[in-house]
């Protein structure tokens, strides 16, 4: 079992070192020079190439990379460009926006996902369990920003319960900080659930074939308690990997979202930066994203060990 | 045996049910009860740009002053929503026969937000920051170049005395350049509130908004709200929605003006419709040989209908203008139609010039005027027989890297939105490469002038120089569309300085 956690840790380092080459190469290679953007209009080339020097942009790629790559290992993701602040502290504020929404998000999409999943498995070959499936189909079918301006025109421009979009951080008002998340959330959680169900219900389907679950159904068991009981164990070893696979493409969703919600989180500030060509900041977020979805797989992976003792290895 | 474990396992689940449900209605509770006891009078202002530093003389960007002039930080001298230039810190002021020295007389009255008086020594000492501190923007060092000395002989009295006549200069100390500072704080601006005017920002909550709170001390007018807050939106549909969800008192420019039809409910909005100090200019790169002939350029203009493309582009908003010069400009000349629409004209013009055209690029910011004007002039070149190519690059980085730096294109549309910005095309060395001697020695003239008068008769010459040259087309005047509540007042339709002034603004 040690053994196994080593090789799959020695994978995921491998995995942020070929990452972390990759952004950097991409980063590098956008047109672009960021020297211009802070000096704006009526910048000499004396003191473009003077700014371009203090900054580390003229030094050759490799040592470019090396510097960035060294300094994260030391827990330091470099600083921008523009406002000298270390990417850690512009990551701190937007990275609390950006977890309370993927973290709400998911819980949602599991909660609408592993009910609906479950009675559309179990009602598979009725109209009511057809209808279920076809609802998570159009929920798949649906993008995120299309839900999020379909909720925005119904909550708070129709209805004027919510506001549209914007974000106040709990510590100054947690009433206002709730009723601002509610719609992204919804937004985001809804879509997520509706691609979670088709993978609830198929996992539910192979349970119900199982001879356990025949055996619990003849001992007497309800169909929805042997479901509840033996049904939701056995299907989380898959659901348990399509969660972690579902965290990258929610944080891609958060991005859409917290723009089209103006939620000053990750996913704006990625953009935002992109557009002033901040490479250091582009990188570092970048960086900082692939590694929690990176951490996260291998986390996922380590936790089948624990949650099914065949995969533990015949030699122990 | 079961039958315990099935009360158990059902009890779980409601218990489960029961916290959830409790959990909700806390939220709703506490969303609720946000109202609070105490009635704050607050504005919220929606806007596109967040501003890149608090210190609005170390950023070029000009979302900064946006929040700033005027309404933290005050002036000497300020303009106002007519173009005028009126009095602000100082009462009056006297200037020299030889046009060189400026003589400001102090409003007796004035403080700043920390109670401090506004003193000669603190225009000396904000002066004196502007020139020692390395960050100071280049824009503002350039503005600032004519100044010899400033000295303060009294308390009441500030002396600016220039290396020579300038007719900018005392313009320029209108906007960033003549912002007095707090001489207890001058050190802290980029951290604190450190101005004199009728609010205090009191909050930067990066990526979302800025606040400002109340000036309780302010010696004008008392300002009206307790907080106005800017709050920022990259996307145009969400500043919309939120607008619409009555979340915003004002857009403080509407980005797409085709949004406007979801605010012609006069009973909830009123829209403004006025001037900026924007021109869309179709600038041509001077570099490339075909466009280095007079000719050529004069009937790339004549193809092109302007009046038509403001219908297509921007929802026929905006003025026609024919020159670097916008109505509110005190030197306007009116030259829109001094070289009118013509295909036939523009045709003869071009085979006359026996110049063989290449296929031009046109290479534009992806902003939404510039793409979708480019499209509009490919199709007009297209008619007398141009070729020409389309290239949207993003804005800034890479428009500001190959067209700006790198002179990398033939033609490029963008708005220039700088006040008074006509003499950008006295300098060679600017991205167009417009090398006119006589309009160099025009505008050095124009701004040495020791009277007003012949500054004005040199500035329209150099208008007429300009439109003659047919050095670039100038396809609009980018309008100010401003979208308020219809219970606010005394919101100037023209945004002619880079402040939202917030001064006159009441909410009914």
Avoid at chain 1, 62 to 70: F, H, I, K
Avoid at chain 2, 59 to 88: C, F, W
Avoid at chain 2, 330 to 338: E, G, T
Wanted: net charge neutral.
């Amino acid at each position: 079992m040690i053994r196994r956690v080593g090789a799959r840790l020695g994978i995921l380092a491998a995995s942020l070192l070929a990452a972390s080459v990759l952004i950097f190469v991409v980063c590098s290679a956008l047109p672009g020079d960021v020297a211009s953007v802070i000096l704006g209009e009526g910048a000499t080339p004396d003191q473009l190439a003077t700014l371009r020097h203090q900054l580390g942009t003229d030094r050759p790629l490799p040592v470019q990379y090396l510097s960035w790559a060294s300094g994260m290992l030391q827990g330091d993701f470099g600083r921008s460009y523009l406002s000298g602040d270390s990417v850690a502290s512009l990551l701190g504020p937007r990275l609390a926006v950006t977890f309370w929404l993927v973290t709400f998000s998911l819980i949602l999409a599991l909660l609408v996902a592993l009910p609906t999943g479950m009675y559309a498995a179990l009602r598979r070959r009725h109209w009511d369990g057809f209808i279920a499936t076809a609802l998570a189909q159009i929920g798949m079918a649906i993008p995120a920003f299309w839900a999020g301006l379909l909720l925005v025109a119904v909550f708070a421009v129709g209805l004027h319960w919510l506001p549209a979009n914007g974000y106040v951080p709990f510590a100054e008002d947690p009433g206002s900080w709730a009723a601002h998340l509610v719609l992204p959330v919804l937004a985001l959680g809804l879509i997520q659930g509706a691609m979670l169900t088709r993978y609830v219900r198929s996992a539910f389907i192979d349970v119900l074939n199982e001879d356990y679950f025949r055996t619990a159904r003849a001992v007497g068991w309800t169909q929805g308690r042997a479901m509840v009981r033996h049904g939701l164990r056995n299907a989380s070893l898959s659901l348990v990997t399509v969660l972690g696979l579902q965290l990258s493409s929610v944080l891609v969703g958060a991005i859409v979202i917290e723009s089209v919600f103006a939620l000053p989180g990750l996913g704006t500030m990625l953009l935002q930066v992109v557009t002033q060509h901040d490479l250091q900041v582009v990188q570092g977020t970048v960086m900082f994203l692939v590694a929690v979805v990176l951490v996260v797989n291998a986390l996922v992976d380590v936790s089948y060990l624990i949650i099914d003792p065949r995969l533990r290895g015949e030699r122990e | 045996m079961t039958h315990t474990t099935k009360v158990e396992g059902r009890s779980r689940w409601q218990r489960l049910l029961l916290a959830g449900l409790v959990a909700m209605g806390l939220l709703t509770a506490a969303a609720c009860t946000q109202q609070p006891t105490v009635t704050v009078k607050k504005f919220v202002i929606g806007a596109s740009a967040e501003p890149a530093s608090m210190d609005v003389t170390t950023s070029p960007s000009a979302a900064g002053p946006q929040v700033m002039l005027y309404n933290v930080y005050e002036t000497l001298v300020r303009i106002d929503g007519d173009g005028k230039m009126r009095p602000m810190l100082a009462q009056s002021w006297d200037i020299s026969a030889d046009g060189r020295v400026y003589t400001f007389h102090i409003n007796p009255a004035a403080t700043f937000a920390s109670g401090t008086k506004v003193t000669g020594s603190a225009v000396v000492k904000s002066q004196d920051k502007l020139r020692s501190d390395a960050a100071t923007t280049t824009v503002l060092r350039t503005q600032l170049a004519d100044v010899a000395t400033v000295t303060a002989p009294d308390d009441a009295t500030v002396v600016f005395t220039l290396k020579n006549p300038s007719q900018n200069w005392l313009y320029y100390m209108t906007s960033t350049a003549g912002i007095v500072f707090d001489p207890t704080l001058i050190g802290e601006a980029a951290t604190k509130s450190a101005g004199s005017g009728p609010y205090a920002w009191t909050a930067w909550n990066k990526g979302s908004s800025v606040v400002l709170t109340k000036n309780a001390k302010y010696w004008g007018t008392a300002p009206r709200f307790d907080e106005v807050t800017f709050r920022y939106f990259t996307d145009a549909n969400a500043l919309n929605a939120a607008m619409l969800a009555g979340d915003l008192d004002v857009i403080s420019n509407v980005q797409a003006p085709e949004a406007l039809s979801q605010f012609s409910d006069t009973s909830k909005y009123t829209v403004l419709d006025g001037a900026t100090n924007g021109e869309v200019t179709m600038g041509f790169n001077h570099q490339s040989p075909a466009l280095q002939n007079q000719n050529v350029r004069k009937a790339i203009t004549m193809a092109i209908d302007r009046a038509a493309l403001i219908k297509t582009v921007w929802a026929g908003k905006g003025q026609l203008i024919g020159s670097m010069a916008v109505p509110t400009d005190p030197y306007y000349v009116d030259l829109a139609n001094a070289v009118p629409f013509n295909v036939a004209e523009a045709k003869a013009l071009l085979a006359s010039s026996g110049v063989a055209m290449p296929t031009l690029r046109i290479r534009v910011p992806a902003l939404a005027y510039a793409t979708k004007s480019a499209q509009f002039v490919a199709s007009a070149l297209n008619e007398i027989g141009i070729k020409t190519t389309v290239d949207e690059l993003p804005f800034p980085a890479t428009w500001l890297d190959q067209v700006y730096k790198n002179g990398d294109y033939d033609i490029t549309i963008v708005a220039h939105v700088e006040p008074r910005d006509i003499n950008k095309f006295a300098d060679p060395t600017y991205y167009w490469h417009y090398n006119n001697p006589a309009f160099q020695a025009l505008i050095a003239k124009a701004d040495t002038e020791p009277t007003e008068a012949a500054w004005l008769a040199d500035m329209a010459d150099a208008q007429k120089v300009l439109t003659d040259d047919a050095a670039a087309v100038w396809l609009f005047m980018l309008p100010n569309l401003v979208v308020t509540k219809n219970t606010v007042t005394g919101l100037s339709p023209n945004a002619v300085t880079l402040s939202f002034d917030l001064t006159g603004v009441a909410r009914r």
